[in-house]
């Protein structure tokens, strides 16, 4: 447990696992033989059946592999295939929203804009984001705001 973590908080949390695990527990042998006949299955085979997947799961591990490769992972295609085997076995046929990801891209760039940040770039910075000053100036104090709690959650 991290010791930084509050005692009752590092409880929930542990709770909160520990109840997610037991949900699992149930798929988690079905899960097992799944992954083991992907694996020991031939090229032939293996193509035939993620063909048989549904397209919203094609796709899925078609992402993944791509993700996989660009970080220079030698068995993405297996990888991809087992996670999307994971994926549907925990998560098929629930309704689950996911974001469409501008709120993360906002983020990264904010990140890019404080990295950036000198102190007298604020012009430069508004023109190569195609933002306006002041929309970067509430960045960077948000970021600045960020770094010193990261800074101070450090000392304790």
Not at 27 to 50: C, G, I, M
Request: with cysteine.
């Amino acid at each position: 447990m991290n010791k930084l973590m509050p005692r009752k908080h590092a409880d929930a949390i542990q709770y909160e696992s520990t109840e997610q695990m037991e949900l699992l527990q149930a798929s988690h042998q079905e899960l097992e033989q799944a992954l083991e006949t992907l694996q020991n299955l031939k090229p032939d085979e293996r193509e035939d059946f993620t063909k048989r997947w549904p397209s919203t799961l094609q796709s899925l591990c078609e992402l993944m592999r791509v993700t996989l490769e660009g970080q220079a992972i030698s068995n993405a295609v297996q990888i991809s295939e087992a996670l999307a085997t994971t994926l549907s076995t925990y998560l098929g046929g629930r309704d689950i929203y996911i974001p469409n990801g501008e709120r993360l891209k906002d983020a990264l760039r904010d990140i890019r804009i404080w990295r950036e940040f000198k102190g007298n770039n604020l012009e430069q910075l508004s023109r190569d984001y195609s933002l306006t000053e002041r929309r970067v100036s509430q960045i960077i104090a948000e970021q600045r705001a960020a770094f010193v709690a990261r800074k101070q959650r450090r000392l304790f």
